[in-house]
Antibody, heavy 114, light 107 residues
Framework: QIQLVQSGPELKKPGETVKISCKAS????????MHWVKQAPGKGLKWMGW????????TYADDFKGRFAFSLETSASTAYLQINNLKNEDTATYFC???????WGQGTTLTVSS | DIKMTQSPSSMYASLGERVTITCKAS??????LSWFQQKPGKSPKTLIY???RLVDGVPSRFSGSGSGQDYSLTISSLEYEDMGIYYC?????????FGAGTKLELK
């Protein structure tokens, strides 16, 4: 069956870096691009951008340009979200979802606190 | 960016009641609209795509309608398991944008 399985919760300090993974199974990874969505505590969903899983080309929403990086390990059917120079406001749950949003990862909770 | 105005932001409804949630886009989105249900601590679940197409396995009491700028999600007869937060998403243009959500609670 189709699954997107994300890495576990993260606790980081401001200024550190985190890399969150999203491993796909049950379908051909390169047939569907991958999107990333942020949900701050008690808030709604915010689209961060997407990565073309055929070409590896990322596209970022304006609020996520600069410190955020999407990448792939196609041989492992895995997409990554890296956030550099972490800030308190990065505290959120991050979801991956394949194009069409028919399948979502379970979410990775990131807490940034000194 | 396309703004999605979702209403109401919260509502109370009774079991068996007909419930309607609306999303208005700031421009024509050509029916490129999905609806999601999210429960606490869970990832969103897709209910409807392309404005009115029901995802396989989603109960038929859910339906979507609309065109142009105006869209709605209707639950024909509310069941307890339908409690949660509902979001719309437009995917006509980048950046993709979500509505702010509707929290549906039992009266």
């Amino acid at each position: 069956q189709i699954q997107l399985v994300q890495s576990g919760p993260e606790l980081k300090k401001p200024g550190e870096t985190v890399k969150i993974s999203c491993k796909a199974s049950g379908y051909t990874f390169t047939d569907y691009s991958m999107h990333w969505v942020k949900q701050a505590p008690g808030k709604g969903l915010k689209w961060m951008g997407w990565i073309n899983t055929e070409t590896g080309e990322p596209t970022y929403a304006d609020d996520f340009k600069g410190r955020f990086a999407f990448s792939l390990e196609t041989s492992a059917s895995t997409a990554y979200l890296q956030i550099n120079n972490l800030k308190n406001e990065d505290t959120a749950t991050y979801f991956c979802a394949r194009t069409g949003f028919d399948y979502w990862g379970q979410g990775t909770t990131l807490t940034v606190s000194s | 960016d396309i703004k999605m105005t979702q209403s109401p932001s919260s509502m109370y409804a009774s079991l068996g009641e007909r419930v309607t949630i609306t999303c208005k886009a700031s421009q024509d989105i050509n029916s490129y609209l999905s609806w999601f249900q999210q429960k606490p601590g869970k990832s969103p679940k897709t209910l409807i795509y392309r404005a009115n197409r029901l995802v396989d396995g989603v109960p038929s009491r859910f339906s979507g309608s609309g065109s142009g700028q105006d869209y709605s999600l209707t639950i024909s007869s509310l069941e307890y398991e339908d409690m949660g937060i509902y979001y719309c998403l437009q995917y006509d243009e980048f950046p993709l944008t979500f509505g702010a959500g509707t929290k549906l609670e039992l009266k």
